[in-house]
């Protein structure tokens, strides 16, 4: 029985001195390091991709043009008349009139017309050289006497325009455009003047 317990005590001194299994396997596992945690994620931001804007193109207005005044219309006639020493011949503004070369000229317009004058042209534009007379009641009456016979064969224009501009005015405030009677005088033209001869020079 001694023997026993002595078997007993030693069992029990070998368990005590006996190291702990439980501290060799932790000192001997690795330490755990703490696996750091993931860095959070940014979400994805929205990224807003701007469409470019078309920018409006002015378009230019167009700028409005004056209208232009109408053109006046020469004055109503009364009567144009080449006044022959036979006989009185109408003239006419739209065909040519053939009249004497000792012919005078009237003519009568409806509206009064202060500023009118009456004037006779050659082919050239030239004045000829004429008297001229203006009547003024409610109408206008203009006379015209060449001072010289008008040469035969040729061609003229009686022209009825302003006296300060081209245009007539009424008073009434209307514009009037001027108007012409063309004219050949009868007969046969003259023939041309001779050419004087060239001067001979000097012998020195």
């Known amino acids: 029985m001694t023997t026993r317990v002595l078997a007993v005590a030693l069992l029990a001194a070998l368990v005590g001195c006996r190291p702990s299994s439980r501290h060799v396997d932790e000192a001997l596992a690795p330490a ?24 409006p193109t002015a378009t230019p207005t167009p700028t409005p043009t004056a209208a232009a005044p109408p053109v ?3 004055p109503p006639v009364r009567f144009a008349f080449a006044i022959e020493p036979a006989a009185k011949t109408p003239l006419s ?9 000792a012919s005078t000229f009237q003519v009568e317009l409806a509206p009064r017309l ?45 022209r009825i325009d302003g ?9 009434d405030g209307r514009t009037f455009a001027p108007i012409g009677f063309p004219v050949l005088v009868a007969g046969t033209p003259p023939p041309p003047e001779p050419k004087a001869p060239p001067r001979k020079r000097r012998r020195r």
């Open 32 to 55: 755990q390091v703490a696996a750091p945690a993931p860095a959070p994620t940014a979400a994805p931001t929205a990224t807003s991709t701007a469409t470019p804007t078309a920018t």
């Open 72 to 74: 006046p219309a020469p």
């Open 93 to 101: 503004p739209a065909a040519e009139t053939v009249v004497d070369p």
């Open 163 to 171: 006296a300060a501009v081209r245009e007539m005015h009424g008073a």
């Open 114 to 158: 202060a500023d009118a004058r009456i004037v006779l042209v050659d082919a050239a534009e030239a004045h000829v050289a004429a008297k001229d007379v203006r009547e003024l009641a409610a109408t206008t009456r203009l006379s015209l006497a060449p001072e010289a016979p008008l040469t035969p064969g040729s061609r003229y224009l009686l």
